[in-house]
């Protein structure tokens, strides 16, 4: 292998070919690491499992230290403790001891068209058969709930059982983002997975994400991740987030109307994939083809062609009192579902009913126009299509 090029190096002390791993797992932060998942899931695996660096891609020409400024310490009459951003390439061992590959790092500001090749071709070169991209979402849920996975993949087949928790919608790129696009391309397998963490809480560390992404990694993957040291840090802040909770009532009431919407909205994510829709019941859509066909096929509506055209001419001498003066002249059809009554009155509103047409083609119109259905059952959303 090449030790270096115009973006990698590999670690000087590598054997010149590395032994292929199944799986790269990245993490390399995007739009912000909310709720620092990204950079405790990193820390949490340096501290648990053995490992050693690959390599790394050289980002003095690719980030903007301007705008991701790493910290600095100032001591009394120097300055120290600057450490040189890196994307870092390391190889990890689980505890069944089954080798991955780890990609973590800050978000580069250029060259992503470059950076993105390079991965590709060092994926290609080592073998890895998936790759994971790991990110984080700030979401308006409460920490009293569980932690929701946003999952999105390289082919639609990789994904049994999900419910999506958004539509269709544009926003800003980010590198993972991109990354995601460009695998799938090149015909690379990837799972994206985004553990979403409470808005009010995006700014310290939000360990409950970390476990429940690990989790979610564990069920594509199959590596075994500790988070033993994460559940015993998810426990105290919980315990500090109950205490402030008590003390405040304002922070109790956010949390109570958060838990509202969440319980309102949310849908467990099944065995297979499931989605609630909008439909009339059984009794509904009964009702009305009964009413349909009792419109068309009933003789004593012959009987009542007098009362008909009698309510239709009213009608048109009351102007919006079509509705009301059409249902009075159909007295066996009962009243409508609220689905359908809504249309119906929304259609005769506009309409112009002709006097010289007899009634037995106005019955005909009227319930034409109330069985019309412009797709209007469609499952809920998150955000708009």
Known sequence: ???????????????????????????????????????????????????????EFDLDD??????????IIFDIDHFE??????????EFTDENGERFLLLTGPEPALRWEGLTRRIIDLIEELGIRQTIITDSIPMATPHTRPVQITRWASRPEMLVGNVPNFGKYQMPASFPAVLSQRLAETGHDYVGLAASVPHYL????????????????????????PTHGLAVAAGAIRAELANQ???????????????????????????????????????????EVEDFLRSIDDPSDESDETTTTAAADNANSNGDGNS????????????????????????????????????QA????????????????HPRRGTTE
């Open 1 to 55: 292998m090449n030790l270096s090029d115009d973006l990698f190096t590999w670690n000087p002390g590598m054997p010149d070919s590395v032994e292929p791993a199944a799986t790269l797992v990245v993490a390399v932060t995007g739009f912000s690491d909310v709720g620092h998942v990204q950079h405790v899931l990193t820390t949490n695996l340096e501290a648990e499992l053995p490992h050693q660096v690959l390599g």
């Open 62 to 71: 690719l980030l903007d230290h301007r705008d991701s400024r790493a910290p």
């Open 81 to 90: 403790g600057y450490q040189r951003p890196g994307l870092t390439l390391s």
């Open 202 to 225: 995006s700014e310290m560390d939000y360990p409950d994400a970390t476990r429940t992404l690990i989790g979610a990694i564990h069920q594509v993957t199959g590596l075994s991740l």
């Open 245 to 287: 909770v008590a003390q405040s009532e304002e922070l109790g009431q956010m949390l109570s109307a958060l838990e509202q919407q969440y319980d309102s909205t949310t849908v467990e994510q099944p065995a297979l994939e499931s989605r609630h829709v909008d439909v009339p019941s059984a009794d509904a859509i009964g009702a």
């Open 324 to 359: 009301a003066e059409d249902s009075n002249a159909h007295p066996a059809q009962g009243p409508a579902p609220s689905q359908f009554s809504d249309r119906r009155s929304e259609s005769d509103d506009g309409s112009q009913i002709d006097r010289d047409v007899d009634a």
């Open 362 to 377: 106005r019955r005909g119109r009227m319930t034409s126009d109330s069985d019309s259905d412009d797709s209007t059952y």
